[in-house]
């Protein structure tokens, strides 16, 4: 996929990439398209980031090896599994329940223990398992939730986002939260989904 060639330099976060095979989060028709830098649809109306994007918002986390992670829409569960390198535990919130269903399966054939996914509103995060070191978004956000900036360790978390207007240019942007204070920063042009409150009730 020529990651490094497109500006990917943390050595952990290659190396993460290269042991999770992509392919494992497809449909086997998708396969062929495993490592091609694209979006791809999957189950329930939703989308894979194609890898780039996965890495830009990945190395803009920096992930530590210790860090507690709780990522917002959960998809096919191959971001998460990245993260199960990077991080000392993960939980990942879904809206969907066949996702969530799928997620679970394929993370547990590759016995990634360290992750936890849950079916759950992701905009209100996980309370129960607060404070994160680290909070990532998977679909765009008009602003960044409260709910989820709560949620930050007040001792240098980094949350990661896409925000903006539905329809109009997105930013990715990083909040550093000390104490109180709430760092913003805008740091690559990005297209998402917007993310949807709630549950869904059907799929």
Do not use: N
Not at 13 to 27: C, K, M, T
Not at 101 to 108: D, K, N
Not at 187 to 194: D, G, H, I, L
């Amino acid at each position: 996929m020529q990651l490094r060639a497109r500006g990917v330099s943390d050595a952990r976060l290659l190396s993460a990439i290269e042991r999770v095979p992509r392919r494992l989060f497809l449909a086997a028709r998708q396969h062929v398209l495993a490592y091609v830098d694209t979006q791809l649809p999957i189950e329930c109306g939703q989308s894979i980031s194609a890898p780039s994007t996965i890495a830009t918002m990945l190395e803009h986390l920096k992930v530590g090896a210790r860090d507690s992670v709780l990522e917002i829409g959960t998809g096919s569960g191959y971001q998460a599994a990245l993260l199960s390198h990077l991080a000392a535990r993960v939980v990942t919130l879904e809206r969907y329940r066949t996702l969530v269903e799928l997620a679970r399966q394929r993370l547990a054939t590759l016995r990634m223990d360290s992750v936890q996914v849950e079916l759950a509103d992701g905009l209100l995060g996980w309370a129960k398992e607060a404070p994160f070191g680290r909070i990532i978004v998977t679909g765009s956000v008009e602003a960044i939730p409260e709910a989820l900036k709560a949620q930050l360790d007040p001792d240098g978390g980094v949350l990661i986002a896409p925000v903006g207007v539905p329809g109009q240019p997105q930013k990715l942007t990083r909040v550093v939260r000390s104490g109180d204070d709430f760092a913003q920063t805008e740091v690559a042009p990005v297209r998402f989904v917007p993310m949807v409150a709630g549950i869904a009730a059907r799929l």
